[in-house]
C-alpha cells in the first residue's frame, strides 16, 4: 500500500488545497498519470502518481487545506513510497531570492536608504496575474484519448468542461500541443469540423461551482479561489504604489527580418517558435543592468537595488493568465532566453510549474501583443517597481529621413512606481531599450 502525501512542491509552500481528484476510489491509476489537482498561494499544479495500482481510498476532500506531508490517499499498486511531485529537476527549483539581505549589499542586492521614508511593501514577489480557473466541470464521460506520448494524457479542466458540453469523444481529438496534448482550440476544432452543437451544455447538472443561468440572459459565475487572489493582489497594487506610465515606439524591421530569416532552421533546431519575446527579454535585460532602480524593491525606507535580473514572463494558457520567473537573465544569452522562456510556457500551459517559479522576480514583461493590443497600461507587480507592456508588432507608415517608409513598429510602455524612480529615469530607461532592438545584431546569438 502506497500513502500518498502533500507534496512539497517548492521551499516556500508550507500547504495546499485539493482542486480536484482526477481519480476516484477503485480507478485504475497508471505511472506518472495525473491523479489530483492542487493549488498552492501561486500556481494551481497537476500532481502524478508515483506508482501504478488502484486508488483504494481518498483522505482530503476536494476544496481542503492541508500542510505539506499530509496523507491524501492511499493506493494498493505495484511499489511502495510517498507521491512525488514532479520530475527531479523540479524538485531542485530554489526561489533565488529567499537569501538576499534586507540590508548592505548580499547576493546581488544593494540596500541604499531611500530619500524619504515611505509605508512598508510586501517583500514577497507575486506574479501580477495568475490563472484565471475555469469553474469545475461535471466528470468527463467522453473516454480519454489514445496514447500519443506522455502529454497527451494530460487534460486541463477547461478542456473536459469542453469535451463534457459538447459531448466529445477525446480519443477522436488530435492533440497539436506539447507532446500530443489536447488543447481547447483542438476541442473546438473538433466540434466545427462535425457540425456539433453545445446540446449536452444546457441537459448538464448544475454544481456548486458550474455557473448558474438565471433569468434576463444572465448566468452566475462563483469567484473562485485564483479570481479572489488576483482581485486582491491587484487592488493592494494600486493602494500601495503610486503608479504613474510612458512609453516608447519602437522600429522592429530589423528584428522581424531577422526572425523571418532564422525562424524556419530555427524550429527545425530547437522544436519550438522563435517568437519575439526573447529579444525584448535581452533587451529589458541588458537596460535593468544600466538603469538598476528600475530593477529596485521599496522596503519601507530603504530601496533593494538588484544587479541580477529575474524577468517574470506572463504566460497566456487556457485558462486565463500565469507569470512564471526566468531567473539569471543576465547570464544568458539570446538562445538561452528562447529557451528558458520557452520551457516556462510550456509547463504553465501543463500545469507543471512549482510554486517557487512565480517568486523571486524582479521585473516583469507582459506582452498582450498577439491578441491584437495595441497599448497597455499595465498593474505594476508588488513589490517590483515596473512592469513593462509589449503590444503588437504592426506594419506602420513612419518617416525615415524625411520619407515615408513602411516598417514593423511596436509600442513599449512602462507603469512604474513614482515613490522609487520619476519620470526621467523611466524615459531613460524605455530610451534604452528602443536603442536596443533597433540597433543590436542579434544574428550571431542565432548562429545564422
Known amino acids: 500500500m502506497t500513502s500518498v502525501k502533500m ?39 497537476e500532481v502524478p502518481s508515483s506508482v501504478a495500482g488502484t486508488l483504494t481510498k481518498i483522505l482530503v476532500a476536494e476544496g481542503e487545506t492541508v500542510a505539506v506531508g499530509t496523507e491524501v490517499a492511499e493506493i494498493n499498486g505495484e511499489a511502495a513510497g510517498a507521491a ?19 540590508t548592505a549589499t548580499a547576493g546581488g542586492d544593494e540596500v541604499p536608504s531611500a530619500a524619504t521614508p515611505a509605508a512598508p511593501v510586501p517583500s514577497t514577489a507575486s506574479a501580477p ?17 489514445a496514447d500519443r506520448g506522455a502529454r497527451s494524457q494530460i487534460l486541463s479542466p477547461l478542456v473536459r468542461k469542453l469535451a463534457a458540453e459538447h459531448g466529445v469523444d477525446l480519443g477522436q481529438v488530435t492533440g497539436t500541443g506539447t507532446g500530443g496534448r489536447i488543447t481547447k482550440n483542438d476541442v473546438l476544432g473538433f466540434v466545427a469540423s462535425r457540425g456539433a452543437a453545445p446540446a449536452a451544455a444546457a441537459a448538464a447538472p448544475v454544481t456548486a461551482h458550474a455557473p448558474v443561468a438565471v433569468a434576463g440572459g444572465e448566468e452566475i459565475v462563483p469567484v473562485t479561489h485564483i479570481r479572489r487572489a ?36 530555427f524550429k527545425t533546431r530547437e522544436g519550438f517558435n522563435l517568437t519575439y519575446m526573447p529579444f525584448v527579454t535581452k533587451a529589458v535585460t541588458e537596460s535593468l543592468l544600466l538603469h ?14 538588484k544587479h541580477f535580473v529575474n524577468m517574470g514572463i506572463a504566460v497566456s494558457y487556457d485558462e486565463g493568465l500565469i507569470v512564471p520567473v526566468l531567473k539569471g537573465c543576465d547570464t544568458m544569452n539570446l538562445l538561452g ?25 524582479t521585473f516583469t ?28 508588432v504592426e506594419k506602420r507608415a513612419v518617416v525615415i529621413d524625411d520619407a515615408i517608409a513602411i516598417r514593423h513598429m511596436v509600442y513599449v510602455s512602462m507603469s512604474w ?28 546569438d542565432l548562429a545564422v
Open 337 to 361: 532566453l528562447a529557451r528558458g522562456i520557452n520551457d516556462l510556457a510550456t509547463r504553465a500551459r501543463s500545469k507543471k510549474l512549482l510554486p517557487d517559479e512565480v517568486h523571486g522576480g
Open 417 to 444: 512606481d513614482h515613490r522609487v524612480i520619476d519620470g526621467a529615469l523611466a524615459s531613460q530607461f524605455l530610451a534604452r531599450i528602443k536603442q536596443n532592438l533597433e540597433t543590436w545584431d542579434f544574428a550571431e
Open 292 to 305: 538598476p532602480m528600475v530593477n529596485s524593491e521599496l522596503r519601507g525606507d530603504q530601496i533593494a537595488v
Open 230 to 265: 488576483i482581485a486582491e493582489h491587484m487592488k493592494m497594487s494600486l493602494d500601495v504604489s503610486a503608479r504613474a506610465w510612458n512609453a516608447v515606439e519602437v522600429d522592429m524591421e530589423n528584428v522581424a527580418r531577422l526572425r523571418e530569416r532564422a525562424k524556419g532552421a
Open 365 to 392: 514583461i507582459t506582452n498582450p501583443g498577439p491578441f491584437g493590443s495595441l497599448i497597455s497600461v499595465p498593474i505594476i507587480n508588488q513589490p517590483q517597481t515596473g512592469i513593462l507592456g509589449f503590444d503588437t
Open 7 to 45: 507534496p512539497q512542491l517548492g521551499e516556500t509552500v508550507i500547504e495546499g488545497t485539493i482542486l480536484k481528484w482526477l481519480k476516484q476510489e477503485g480507478d485504475a491509476v497508471a505511472l506518472d498519470e495525473p491523479l489530483f489537482e492542487i493549488s498552492t498561494d501561486k500556481v494551481d499544479t
Open 84 to 102: 512525488a511531485p514532479g520530475t527531479p529537476s523540479q524538485l531542485a527549483a530554489t526561489d533565488s531570492a529567499t537569501a538576499q539581505a534586507a
Open 129 to 145: 496575474a495568475a490563472p484565471l480557473a475555469a469553474s469545475t466541470p461535471s466528470p468527463v464521460i467522453a473516454t480519454q484519448p
